[in-house]
């Protein structure tokens, strides 16, 4: 089972305005990642969150992290078209395990 | 880009016939993990290796096995091949736990006739 979801599994949006993508998860986790993938290529890293951070940022990606309601969003900001892609949240569970699992990813597409 | 390879990067098989996958790395790294990807699921965990001759199974390992022989390759056999078993496959590296990011390679599509 996946552990961690993301809503929506798609968004559309046009260049310059900003993008939200959010992960839900079901377990405490130590930190929580997330990838960008571009059409037919492997996932890439985008940034990582640990479980005792509320927010950080990373260029135009701005991520929040509350772990009581076991969620966090990616926040696009400005989006260009070169943002297309899919976006997937990872959540290493904590206690055990240590290897992450996947959701299975926003579809983001931006129109020039 | 990370130093990650995986070969073939296409490959169309028969039903029944064994097909090995390899996944080779320049970064010295301890973790490596096999995933595949089809829509509607996202990406699975199938096996992964935390050091040479040591793996495990992932979410969706049956039908699937491994091999670590060397820190660098980490080759995924499936021993007889399914048409469930069609999808892109992705290897994966890290250098530690969860605590570290994972460096993806760029996919092996598989088709399984």
């Known amino acids: 089972s996946q552990q961690g979801e993301e809503d929506p599994q798609a968004l559309s949006i046009q260049e310059g305005e900003n993008a939200t993508m959010n992960c839900s998860y079901k377990?405490?986790?130590?930190?929580l990642q997330w990838y960008r993938q571009n059409s037919g290529r492997g996932l890439v890293h985008l940034i990582l969150?640990?479980?005792?951070?509320r927010e950080k940022h990373s260029g135009r990606l701005r991520v929040t992290l509350d772990t009581s309601k076991k969620s966090s969003s990616l926040l696009i900001t400005a989006s260009r078209a070169a943002d297309t892609a899919s976006y997937f949240c990872?959540?290493?569970?904590?206690?055990?395990?240590?290897?992450?699992?996947f959701g299975r990813g926003t579809s983001l597409i931006v129109h020039p | 880009d990370a130093g990650i390879t995986q070969s073939p990067r296409h490959k169309v098989t028969e039903t029944g016939t064994p097909v090995t996958l390899r996944c080779h790395q320049t970064?010295?790294?301890?973790?490596m993990y096999w995933y595949r990807q089809d829509p509607g699921h996202g990406l699975r965990l199938i096996h992964y290796?935390?050091?040479?001759?040591?793996?495990d199974k992932g979410e969706v390992s049956d039908g699937y096995s491994v091999s670590r022989s060397k820190t660098e390759d980490f080759l995924l056999t499936l021993e007889s091949a399914t048409s469930s078993q069609t999808s892109v496959y992705f290897c994966?590296?890290?250098?530690?736990?969860?605590?570290?990011?994972?460096?993806f390679g760029p996919g092996t599509r598989l088709t399984v006739l």
């Open positions: 994966a590296i890290s250098s530690s736990g969860s605590y570290n990011e994972q460096f």
């Open positions: 969150i640990r479980s005792n951070e």
């Open positions: 290796s935390y050091g040479v001759k040591d793996t």
């Open positions: 377990t405490s986790i130590n930190n």
């Open positions: 970064e010295n790294h301890r973790y």
């Open positions: 990872a959540t290493p569970p904590s206690g055990g395990s240590y290897i992450p699992t």
